[in-house]
């Protein structure tokens, strides 16, 4: 019946993080013992404080439709957020809050980008971007980097694919799926070359920024010449482990902001109201009662590196944020495993899959074939199995 769907619905790859994430369960619930490494999801539960605050929520009866942009004692709340951590002074007229950090990047790529309009993407990219901006009828133009550069876009790399029709630049740091984390001067170097094209806007996806190991988090809007052209996209799925409440916002000149409430107002309406109360207690603690669970995703960063680093064949970097390894195994391809052949990326990750029962996720996916991208937002029991398993798979 395929031909009765739309083309846009058809030309749609599908997440496939999420896809392997279902492949995983469909493993599990046939009696095969599998070890998810493939989603990006802190197994961490929510802070007792934050729990605490839905439940007054509930009691307090905040049952009713939301305001589309959010609750104005929130985005007050997330203006002092971006105060505190981000140096960035946002107005409430200058918030918008989705159901989560995804629906951000939908409004925006809807509110700003016409067809033929095109799109950076620093490649690897997050999965969804490509996705997205093709949604809106733009053209995603892929910078590839490598493992040899950390995974960063240079300032000269992006002034090599600004064109006339370059309308904005998305990017994410901390970097999902590599874990790369731009520094202010590498950050300010590719704003020096922003600077040279006044119409090119910024995509800033700082979800991960808490989860920072090297220390202070610098946003691409704080940097001089930048804030008129910057959207700040965040939300609380990471660094807070909220991730089934769905709340994400963003930061952004007034008219950019008016604009997503408005395509917002057509497709969702505001996000669950006892979400974004609890989102308030959330981002008015202090960082202090986060610090546990980026103290043991440092650790269990190590942990996987020293334990990756065993296996002959896997190339790795250093990811100074976010909670995953970006390994590239372009090492396996051409090479038969017990029986398997190992094209590329998404051969090697099914391998993973199907003989050693560790879910993982293609390269392919994130703009990058060369690698596949693991989560270690697992306890570190799993992570030992995992890659034991994994070892094994590949001797």
């Known amino acids: 019946m395929n031909q009765f769907l739309s083309e846009r619905i058809i030309n749609m790859?599908?997440?496939?993080?999420?896809?392997?994430?279902?492949?995983?369960?469909?493993?599990?619930?046939?009696?095969?013992?599998?070890?998810?490494?493939?989603?990006?999801?802190?197994?961490?539960?929510?802070?007792?404080?934050?729990?605490?605050?839905?439940?007054?929520?509930?009691d307090e009866n905040y049952s009713s439709y939301s305001p589309v942009d959010g609750y104005g004692d929130l985005k007050q709340a997330i203006s002092r957020k971006f105060l505190r951590d981000n140096n960035l002074q946002y107005g409430t007229d200058q918030i918008v809050v989705s159901t989560g950090a995804k629906q951000s990047l939908a409004n925006v790529a809807m509110v700003m980008i016409n067809q033929g309009d095109e799109v950076i993407l620093p490649a690897p990219y997050w999965v969804s971007?490509?996705?997205?901006?093709?949604?809106?009828?733009?053209?995603?133009?892929?910078?590839?980097?490598?493992?040899?550069?950390?995974?960063?876009?240079?300032?000269?790399?992006?002034?090599?694919?600004?064109?006339?029709?370059?309308?904005?630049?998305?990017?994410?740091?901390?970097?999902?799926?590599?874990?790369?984390?731009?520094?202010?001067?590498?950050?300010?170097?590719?704003?020096?070359v922003l600077r040279e094209h006044p119409g090119i806007f910024v995509v800033s996806d700082e979800i991960y920024e808490h989860i920072n190991f090297r220390g202070g988090h610098v946003s691409m809007a704080a940097l001089p010449g930048m804030y008129e052209r910057c959207i700040t996209v965040n939300g609380v799925s990471k660094a807070y482990a909220m991730t089934g409440w769905r709340i994400g916002f963003i930061g952004a000149p007034a008219w950019i902001a008016k604009a997503c409430t408005k395509f917002q107002g057509q497709i969702t309406s505001?996000?669950?109201?006892?979400?974004?109360?609890?989102?308030?207690?959330?981002?008015?603690?202090?960082?202090?009662?986060?610090?546990?669970?980026?103290?043991?995703?440092?650790?269990?960063?190590?942990?996987?590196?020293?334990?990756?680093?065993?296996?002959?064949?896997?190339?790795?970097n250093v990811p100074e944020g976010a909670f995953y390894v970006f390994p590239d195994i372009s090492s396996f391809f051409g090479k038969t495993l017990h029986g398997h052949h190992i094209g590329n990326a998404a051969d090697f990750?099914?391998?993973?899959?199907?003989?050693?029962?560790?879910?993982?996720?293609?390269?392919?996916?994130?703009?990058?074939?060369?690698?596949i991208r693991i989560s270690y937002a697992a306890s570190e029991d799993e992570i030992r199995q995992a890659v034991a398993r994994i070892k094994a798979a590949l001797t």
């Open 129 to 192: 971007y490509r996705d997205i901006v093709k949604l809106a009828d733009g053209v995603p133009v892929e910078v590839p980097t490598s493992i040899d550069t950390d995974f960063k876009m240079t300032a000269a790399q992006l002034r090599a694919v600004i064109t006339p029709k370059t309308k904005m630049l998305w990017f994410s740091s901390p970097c999902n799926p590599s874990g790369s984390v731009y520094s202010a001067e590498e950050l300010e170097n590719l704003a020096a």
């Open 270 to 316: 505001g996000a669950n109201a006892i979400a974004q109360r609890a989102t308030i207690t959330a981002l008015d603690a202090p960082l202090s009662k986060i610090q546990f669970m980026i103290d043991k995703f440092h650790q269990r960063r190590d942990l996987i590196l020293s334990l990756l680093g065993e296996i002959p064949g896997f190339k790795l």
């Open 13 to 58: 790859e599908t997440s496939a993080t999420l896809a392997m994430a279902a492949k995983a369960r469909e493993l599990k619930q046939a009696g095969k013992d599998v070890i998810g490494l493939s989603l990006g999801e802190p197994d961490f539960n929510i802070p007792d404080f934050i729990k605490e605050s839905a439940k007054k929520a509930i």
């Open 349 to 371: 990750a099914m391998y993973l899959l199907e003989v050693a029962g560790v879910a993982t996720v293609t390269g392919e996916a994130f703009g990058n074939a060369d690698c």
